[in-house]
Structure formats: structure tokens, C-alpha cells
Antibody, heavy 124, light 108 residues
Framework: QVQLQQWGAGLLKPSETLSLSCAVY????????WSWIRQPPGKGLEWIGE???????NFNPSLETRVSISVAASETRFSLHLSSVTAADTAVYYC??????????????????WGQGSLVLVSS | EIVMTQSPATLSVSPGETATLSCRAS??????LAWYQQKPGQAPRLLIY???TRATGIPTRFTGSGSGTEFTLTISSLQSEDVAVYYC??????????FGGGTRVEIK
């Protein structure tokens, strides 16, 4: 069974950089894109961006200027960095398995595996 | 960006009855739609993809239907364990992938 284990700092001050990592304990690391999704307290889900094992990325345009996602393929791990955080970035952040690579393309069957979630609080 | 709108915001259903949740897309997403269930304090769980295909291990009382801009998640014979917030998500045109605002299902 695929497992995702995520970790990172849970308390940040405004203007700092959020950093979270997600380890993938499964062979599917090389066959899928991996996403970050967040959920402010009491609110809905927002997709942040995705990365493949080779480093190809896509981002939500609303966050693109502040977001980077990196991959450490040898460690089957990927990381999220969100700069210049404000209180509006307070949320539970999830890593999740997304679209599957197939030949030169890919396809989605939804986000079928999720990490346990990491609460990040931004407060002065 | 494709906007996903879910209704109603809250749905109260008696045990054993049927819950019908709606999701509307601001433009056609063909059948590129997924449904998720989220219980308090947990990560979302994939229920349906491709608008109507159940994910692995999902009970048959969960049924997805629709295409284009109108979609429905039907939960038949509602059980207490089905109390949760349900989200739809489109993956037809992205970035960004977008989610609906959610429907909270309660037991009446």
C-alpha cells in the first residue's frame, strides 16, 4: 500500500518561507506526478502545484510567483517552498499522488493517495 | 480557471435514505471529474474518478453520474459513517486543478 509521510515547520512568522517535504514509500514515485494541496481552517481545498520524478512542474497561477516544488528522486522525496507567507497561508497542507505518466503523456484518475496533512500556522 | 460550484452547502438525510449531491462546472469538463470524501481531522479520500468510476475499495452505495457541466454524487442507504464533507474536482483544464466548495452531509 502506497504511503506518503510528510513533515516540516508548523509555525512561521509573516514574510518567512514555508518548507514541507513528503516521502513516497512506493515504486510509483517514478510513474506519477506528485501534488501539494492546502486547506485553510474550515474551508475548501486548493491545489498548489505538482512535480514529476524528473522535475517537471506545474503550478496554480494564483501562487506561482511564491511557490517552488523540488524533487530528490534518489530519496523518493519532494518538497514545497512557499515564500513571503502571510496569515492567509495558514492551512493544513497535504501531499498527494496525482496523474500517472503514460508514454509521452499522462492521465488523471484523481488524487488517490494522500499524506497525513501538516498544519502550518502563520502568526507574528 | 474552471469554477466548480457544489450544492447544497449542507444536506441532512435520515439513515437508510438517499443523499444526492450536485456539482456544476463553469464550462465543460467532459467526464474529467472526481469526488472526494473528507471526515473531520482526516485527509480527503478519493471516491469517484472519470465522473462515474469508483476508486478501489469504495462501496457500491456511492454512485457518480453526469458529464459536461452537471454532475451528481448519490449516496444510497446512508450510513452514520458517511457523515463527512464531499468535494468535487475537475481535471479537464489545468493549471489550476480546481475543487468545489464542498457539501456537508449530516444525519437527520
Amino acid at each position: 500500500q502506497v504511503q506518503l509521510q510528510q513533515w516540516g515547520a508548523g509555525l512561521l512568522k509573516p514574510s518567512e518561507t514555508l518548507s514541507l517535504s513528503c516521502a513516497v514509500y512506493d515504486e510509483s514515485f517514478n510513474t506519477h506526478f506528485w501534488s501539494w494541496i492546502r486547506q485553510p481552517p474550515g474551508k475548501g481545498l486548493e491545489w498548489i502545484g505538482e512535480i514529476s520524478y524528473s522535475g517537471a512542474t506545474n503550478f496554480n497561477p494564483s501562487l506561482e510567483t511564491r511557490v517552488s516544488i523540488s524533487v530528490a528522486a534518489s530519496e523518493t522525496r519532494f518538497s514545497l517552498h512557499l515564500s513571503s507567507v502571510t496569515a492567509a497561508d495558514t492551512a493544513v497542507y497535504y501531499c498527494a499522488r496525482g496523474r500517472r505518466l503514460r508514454g509521452t503523456g499522462s492521465y488523471y484518475n484523481g488524487f488517490d493517495v494522500w499524506g497525513q496533512g501538516s498544519l502550518v500556522l502563520v502568526s507574528s | 480557471e474552471i469554477v466548480m460550484t457544489q450544492s447544497p452547502a449542507t444536506l441532512s438525510v435520515s439513515p437508510g435514505e438517499t443523499a444526492t449531491l450536485s456539482c456544476r462546472a463553469s464550462q465543460s469538463v467532459t467526464n474529467n471529474l472526481a469526488w472526494y470524501q473528507q471526515k473531520p481531522g482526516q485527509a480527503p479520500r478519493l471516491l469517484i474518478y472519470g465522473a462515474s468510476t469508483r476508486a478501489t475499495g469504495i462501496p457500491t452505495r456511492f454512485t457518480g453520474s453526469g458529464s459536461g457541466t452537471e454532475f451528481t454524487l448519490t449516496i444510497s442507504s446512508l450510513q452514520s459513517e458517511d457523515v463527512a464533507v464531499y468535494y468535487c474536482q475537475q481535471y479537464h483544464i489545468w493549471p489550476p486543478l480546481t475543487f468545489g466548495g464542498g457539501t456537508r452531509v449530516e444525519i437527520k
